[in-house]
């Protein structure tokens, strides 16, 4: 159960509900308004997160899940707002439910100092594992017209505003799919930015594929208990850092 949060985070939210309930028809003493019952219940749903050692960000997110509901039906906004939003949030995040990768994207520096480790004067081929909406993708091909520049991503908005993207800028091709299901020997280089979960999945898949001289890049996320051959520090918002195997 540890291994999907989604699952986790409902259940705790849905044992918080059940508790705050019995709190409000089992005692008279505290008499609060419905907003105020559920801060009540987005502490406890807090509280049980962090007992249950639930990884620190999803903390802010299960207290204040219900206080939100409850400021939101309060606006009296069209149902069919919500429904447009949450097909929206579908097709960008609903499949990070099963990756446990979601959608956030390379920052500025990272796009600079990856320019600075790609070849300068021989042909080559780069894969960004998940590529978003593209930008890395566009902004890296526009700068070295010698790499062929590959993305494959699952989410159908993001690959669909990457396709749109790499028509104004062909320099790139986007796939959509599953990266797990391609072949890393045809590449070079391979870019990703993901997520602590994959990590492990991930190296076992670059050693049986991946070329002896081509290179692993990873953003943000190292891989346990392998050395990278070199880390890069960027002083960006998130402080990234890019690490380097070269297989
Ligand atoms: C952290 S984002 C990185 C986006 C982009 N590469 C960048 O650096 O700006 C990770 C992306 O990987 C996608 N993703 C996660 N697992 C995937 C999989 N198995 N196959 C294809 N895409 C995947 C997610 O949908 C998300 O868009």
């Not at 494959?152 to 299901?181: H, M, Q, T, V």
Request: with cysteine; net charge positive.
């Amino acid at each position: 159960m540890l291994k999907h949060p989604p699952l986790l985070a409902a259940l705790i939210q849905i044992a918080a509900f059940l508790l705050t309930g019995s709190l409000v028809i089992n005692q008279t003493e505290i008499a609060l308004s419905l907003f105020g019952w559920s801060i009540v219940q987005g502490c406890l749903a807090g509280i049980c997160s962090y007992a249950l050692r639930m990884p620190a960000w999803w903390i802010p997110i299960q207290i204040t899940f219900a206080p939100l509901v409850i400021l939101t039906l309060a606006l009296d906004i069209s149902p069919m707002l919500f429904l447009v939003a949450f097909i929206g949030l579908l097709l960008v995040y609903g499949k990070s439910f099963k990756t446990q990768v979601p959608l956030y994207l390379s920052s500025k520096q990272v796009n600079q100092a990856l320019i600075t480790l790609l070849p300068k004067n021989r042909q080559f081929s780069f894969v960004d594992l998940g590529s978003g909406c593209g930008g890395l993708l566009a902004s890296l091909s526009s700068k070295r017209k010698n790499g062929l520049f590959h993305g494959i991503e699952s989410a159908p908005i993001p690959c669909l505003i990457s396709k749109l993207r790499s028509i104004i800028n062909p320099g790139y091709r986007i796939r959509w799919g599953d990266f797990w299901s391609q072949d890393f020997s045809q590449y070079d280089i391979v870019y990703a930015y993901l997520s602590p979960v994959p990590m492990e999945s991930l190296w076992e898949k670059v050693r049986n594929e991946m070329r002896p001289g081509s290179l692993l890049i990873s953003n943000t996320f190292a891989i346990p208990g392998i050395k990278p051959d070199k880390s890069i520090k960027l002083n960006d918002f998130s402080n990234s850092t890019l690490y380097l195997w070269k297989l």
